[in-house]
């Protein structure tokens, strides 16, 4: 529940239209698309990470390693995996539609993304994914050692640059996409508790 709070907060002050939110809103990503119509680069660059790393390609990237862990004997995991971003994706798409805000209109935009905004599908989903990577793969390297930071340094850039990109271009306001960073949190730690306590009393 303590997870859930900012993000219900978040979306109470979105729904109740409140100033100092909008007019934060409006100045970052006045900003950023400023910053874009003067580097058409970054904005190849911004576009080439989001169309990466976007929903239907992080669906993709797990089902092949829910595959592998079936494979490999983590049934569990695998299933939890599955479980998490089935879970994750259903819920996005129906808090759009409760929510209902509209995208950033701009003059002269650089880039286009249809629906709804609130929560970011692309920051909810990209966070998803850098859960189910810290949760699977952390467990199997040693402490401190490089390898455990690459796999933590890949999760947060995954989760933090992908939801970045969506206010870069000009498809999102900024607290779309933090609440689309507290959403996905806030599955990860719901499932994996749920599978933890579960997983304890199939085994007592």
């Known amino acids: 529940m303590l997870l859930v709070a900012p993000f219900a907060l978040l979306a109470m002050l979105v729904l109740s239209d409140w100033p100092?939110?909008?007019?934060?809103?409006?100045?970052?990503?006045?900003?950023?698309?400023?910053?874009?119509?003067?580097?058409p680069v970054w904005v190849r660059a911004m576009s080439f990470w989001?169309?990466?790393?976007?929903?239907?390609?992080?669906?993709?990237?797990?089902?092949?390693?829910?595959?592998?862990?079936?494979?490999?004997g983590a049934r569990r995991l695998a299933v939890w995996a599955t479980t998490t971003m089935v879970f994750g994706g259903l819920l996005g798409p129906l808090l759009k539609l409760?929510?209902?805000?509209?995208?950033?209109?701009?003059?002269?935009?650089?880039?286009?993304?249809?629906?709804?905004?609130f929560p970011s599908g692309h920051a909810l989903n990209a966070m998803l994914a850098a859960g189910i990577l810290l949760v699977v793969f952390v467990p199997r390297t040693r402490p401190?050692?490089?390898?455990?930071v690459?796999?933590?340094?890949?999760?947060?850039?995954?989760?933090?640059?992908t939801g970045f990109s969506r206010v870069a271009l000009g498809v999102h306001w900024s607290?779309?996409?933090?609440?689309?960073?507290?959403?996905?949190?806030?599955?990860v730690v719901a499932t994996t508790t749920g599978f933890t306590v579960w997983s304890r009393r199939r085994s007592g």
Do not use: E, K
């Open 50 to 72: 989001t169309d990466l790393f976007a929903p239907m390609p992080l669906r993709a990237a797990a089902l092949v390693l829910v595959i592998w862990l079936a494979r490999d």
């Open 20 to 39: 100092p939110l909008r007019r934060l809103d409006l100045a970052i990503t006045t900003q950023l698309h400023g910053y874009a119509l003067d580097h």
């Open 175 to 187: 607290s779309d996409v933090l609440a689309g960073w507290l959403l996905g949190v806030a599955v």
């Open 150 to 161: 690459a796999v933590w340094l890949g999760a947060l850039t995954i989760a933090l640059v």
């Open 98 to 117: 409760l929510v209902g805000r509209r995208r950033p209109d701009l003059p002269d935009p650089v880039a286009q993304a249809p629906g709804l905004a």
């Open 144 to 148: 401190r050692s490089a390898t455990r």
